[in-house]
């Protein structure tokens, strides 16, 4: 198989991939942020580590940044149309002219609620939810719209799929589970869902960037062709094998990001992957829990990634 029959074995069809798949992603430096510096940076990355796909970071922070200081704010947030995201769609040109052929290339989808947070801030927007739930949800409208723009160019610049991304379900954010279901799931929904039409390969991503989860089951019914999880949740930590069971599709992760695979030497490094192999369920791909340090060393993400193209099931 080549790499995009791979990944694409791991949700068509009956047959089980020979070997298991890898992907790690990481933050370059702001000078490889645009342009087909981006575009080089990218490539460079996939081609040393030897990883499976291609995934495409999204570096353009919302600028200018609207003001919000109170709930009634979020009303006057704009809509934006593709041309607000000009700077980042030369860069998924450019990887996909350059690397379709070759790999399947997804796009880093944030979810409105995260957009939402980088706007107004994590702590300032959960407060809002609490205090105007209306208010917000008129800008959540907005911003959907706006990513909804993003996603359909990325789509129409032939895009295989995106890795969507979501947050906004942490244990420590809503003690009131109604307010994720008001202003969190039915906007990624109507993400997610459109991208799940239009795409032949989507991960899911349930990133504890800014807090854990003790409960995963709130997002069983979102869409995605593989899942993407946290390694610990409450006091459990759940295995790969585990998380594809819950989920009922296949799973990507394994490695902690700050771990081994961030600080160990290549030794070690090979030592941890085998270990996750032992745990993988069939259909499964090499991964950390989210994007990995920007200083995490290309060595040991080639290692990891050797380690498991070299383990062929019999």
Avoid at 260 to 277: D, F, H, Q, S, Y
Wanted: aromatic share 10%.
């Amino acid at each position: 198989m080549n790499k995009r029959e791979l990944i694409l074995s791991l949700v068509n069809g009956d047959e089980i991939p020979d070997h298991v798949p890898a992907a790690f992603f990481l933050h370059f430096d702001p000078q490889y942020h645009r342009g087909q510096a981006a575009v080089d940076k990218h490539l460079a990355f996939f081609r040393y580590t030897g990883m499976d796909f291609v995934k495409i970071q999204y570096e353009h922070p919302v600028s200018p940044r609207p003001e919000i200081e109170r709930p009634e704010d979020w009303a006057r947030l704009p809509r934006h149309d593709e041309a607000f995201f000009a700077e980042p769609l030369k860069v998924v040109e450019g990887l996909v002219k350059a690397a379709k052929a070759e790999a399947l290339v997804l796009v880093t989808l944030y979810s409105p609620f995260m957009w939402a947070s980088q706007i107004a801030g994590d702590q300032r927007l959960t407060r809002h939810v609490q205090e105007n739930l209306a208010m917000v949800q008129r800008g959540m409208e907005a911003i959907t719209e706006s990513v909804r723009s993003f996603v359909r160019a990325c789509i129409r610049l032939g895009v295989d799929g995106f890795y969507a991304s979501t947050q906004g379900g942490e244990s420590h954010r809503f003690a009131d589970v109604g307010l994720f279901e008001a202003c969190v799931k039915p906007y990624d929904l109507s993400i997610m869902e459109e991208i799940d039409r239009a795409c032949i390969f989507n991960i899911l991503h349930i990133c504890d960037y800014h807090g854990g989860y003790d409960d995963l089951t709130r997002f069983l019914d979102y869409p995605g062709h593989v899942v993407n999880t946290p390694l610990q949740v409450g006091k459990r930590r759940f295995t790969p094998r585990e998380v594809a069971t819950l989920f009922n599709r296949p799973t990507m992760g394994g490695l902690e990001r700050t771990g081994v695979i961030a600080t160990g030497n290549p030794e070690e490094v090979r030592a941890a992957a085998g270990a996750v192999l032992a745990e993988a369920p069939e259909r499964f791909i090499l991964a950390a829990d989210c994007t990995v340090p920007s200083d995490t060393p290309w060595d040991n993400l080639r290692v990891a990634i050797e380690t498991v193209h070299e383990h062929r099931r019999i």
